[in-house]
Structures are given as C-alpha cells and as structure tokens.
C-alpha cells in the first residue's frame, strides 16, 4: 500500500486550497510530506515548497521567542506592579513622622529628647573659636603639605 495514494492533480488541487487557506492542519502535514517525496520534485510544486518552507523557518525561528518573550513580558509587569504595591503599603504604614535616636544604646524616640541630643551633638562638632578663618585653615593644610613634601625628600 502506498503511503500517498492521492494523484498529481489531486496534490495540485490540496496545494491550491492551501493559498486559499482552506486546508486542515493534517492536510498541510500531508502536503509536508508530499513535498520531501521525489513526485513533488517537479517545477509545478516550486511555488508551494517555497512557501512552505519559508513558513515552517519562521515559526522555527519567531514563534519560540514570541512566546518565550510575552512571557518573560508578563513577569516583568507582574513584579513590577508587586514592587508597585509593597512599596506603597510600606510607605503608608510608614507615614507618621518618627523621631529616632539611640542614646547610650536606647532607642528613644520622644521628640524633645531627639531634638536636644541632636543640638548637642551639633554643638560639640563645631568650631566657633573667633581666631579660626578660612586664611588661617588653607594657611594650616598648606603648612601640613610643605611639611610632608620635606619629609618624603628626607626620607629618600
């Protein structure tokens, strides 16, 4: 028994209701298979194995990534949209002004108390000696550099 019992024109006529999209997903397969057969070598089939493969390539190459990359699309979207909504949530449990400082390893959070600590902190980091001005300060980093320059052509 033979595997293609269909005739020549009986392929001609599958091939021309092929580009009038009117065949089934087994009558395409069938006429795949058809055209590896030495009968569909002939020059009336050019056109169909021609379009046929140029069809079957790019389902191999676009139809895979197509799909793959709406996937990889909707991910996105949806961890985006849940980093959307977390940090919202985060942020409106987190909207009442807090005032925090750890003294002596205690977490105070009173405002007062926050606020002298930090005024204190303040006042024992600045400078307000009337002799120090800025000619003085650059005159001391020059002085420091003069000296370490010295130092490192001593040294050598």
Known sequence: MKKYERTIPQWKELARRYFEAETTEAEEEALVRFLATPAAQSKEFD???AVMGYAATGRALYGRRRTRGMRLRYYAAAAVAGLIVLTTAWQLTESADVCVAYINGQRC???E???SEALKSIEKVSHRSSEETV???LSDIFQTLEEGET???DKE
């Open 151 to 153: 130092e490192s052509v």
């Open 47 to 49: 056109e169909l194995r």
């Open 109 to 111: 959070t009173d405002k």
């Open 113 to 115: 108390v926050v606020l």
């Open 135 to 137: 000619q003085s300060q």
